[in-house]
């Protein structure tokens, strides 16, 4: 299996990263990825900007655990996960997963559960702007709830 | 890396900003728990305000991985205070 | 809901595709693709190339109802589906589906619901060639079985 | 569109190369049945095999929606045959 993990303040290529999940080896038959991307509201409220930080040196380390705890559940063959920090703008790309696996069905599950669970623990925090004010985000309960699906009995 | 009569003490985002610190190096010279270097910060670090730095949400990673209040923070340890994580 | 559906002998580009979703609305918030390739092996013989057969017409017809059916049951702010036909060679692309959601949740399960109806319904045909012998596939059971599962009781 | 009197027939994939041909045009004065049809264009067409079209498997469009054999097909209509689809 082969992981790219990267955090950097800027933008990234999704041809360029999706051309690596296909290059892994022939034997990629499906890839899924998801595209997090800075929404206008929240909550009610205009967002006109995002401030993202993190933990680094923590953060890569515990991105490579999850994309690992992903593959012994699934048959992945490939993972990508690059996460930006910094200031963002609605419309900019913040988070790209991408896992390359022989059949579909592992690259989905694979692919959304590494999401959820950079959602609840990866060390990273968003700062939201709205309207002049800037908050810090708190934990969003759909989040945990997403998280805990995963769970084996 | 930093002496081992010493730890290195982060805090991340709101935390940082309610501390007014993002971070600090702080004498250690035998193993404590988490909950007790707690205190000794709060009793030797004027910046550190205990109702802040313990309030409930408040997670602690010692060399970046996340912890109990009784784990054992040896010196030379990286230690990291931070609210629940809100990325992806 | 904005719909691009299209059946093509060309290659595309993915991040085409992926900007066209992004800028269908600054409620965008996440985005679920899925990408099918070509793989050089198929239940044990070495694939040298794929041939790809519609019919034109109800193919596009059949796609359109299938990102209806999932607009219906999960939120969906934009779909593209793309999908080649002609002759095609391992590591090449075939199928592109992708969701532009306002929540992670709603486009993996759109996404997903999409490609397993597409396998199962949409009026495509392929001839495998193995070491220069063509063979036309037959329905894999597995993709029956991932079809069942959207089955609401 | 073709004649009101006539009706266009498909066929796809395998079924196309198993009866080498891959379309004809069938005079239909009056509504049959998809079964009525098949029996129709065995006895008509000598490119028409029975075992072939009748497979259990080979499933039937008519105006490009998939049907059952006891649907009626009317003049003017466009109706395909074909095997189990295996895209994506």
Excluded at chain 1, 120 to 146: C, H, P
Excluded at chain 2, 2 to 13: E, R, Y
Aim: glycine share 6%; net charge negative.
């Amino acid at each position: 299996m082969i992981k790219k993990v990267v955090v950097q303040i800027d933008d990234f290529d999704v041809n360029e990263e999706t051309a690596f999940l296909v290059d892994i080896s022939k034997e990629v038959g499906g890839i899924n990825t998801f595209l997090g991307t800075v929404r206008d509201v929240n909550e009610g409220d205009t967002v006109t900007g995002l401030r993202l930080e993190h933990y680094p040196g923590m953060t890569e380390k515990q991105i490579h655990a999850i994309i690992d705890r992903a593959s012994s559940r699934w048959s992945v063959l490939g993972a990508v996960v690059i996460h930006r920090v910094g200031d963002l703008q609605p419309g900019e790309k913040i988070v790209f997963v991408g896992i390359a696996s022989k059949h579909r069905g592992d690259a989905f599950r694979a692919c959304e559960y590494v999401m959820d669970s950079l959602k609840t623990e990866a060390t990273f925090w968003k700062k939201e702007v709205t309207e002049g004010e800037a908050r810090w985000l708190t934990t969003r309960q759909t989040d945990v709830e997403a998280l805990n699906k995963w769970q084996v009995d | 890396m930093i002496g081992s009569q010493m730890i290195k003490i982060l805090f991340f985002a709101s935390l940082k900003e309610q501390l007014s610190i993002d971070a600090l190096d702080f004498p250690l010279t035998e193993s404590i728990t988490v909950a007790q270097l707690v205190d000794e910060l709060v009793l030797k670090e004027a910046s550190i305000d205990r109702d802040i730095l313990s309030a409930e949400d408040i997670l602690v990673a010692v060399d970046q991985t996340v912890v109990s209040s009784d784990f054992l923070v040896r010196p030379g340890s990286e230690v990291a205070f931070f609210p629940p994580v809100t990325g992806g």
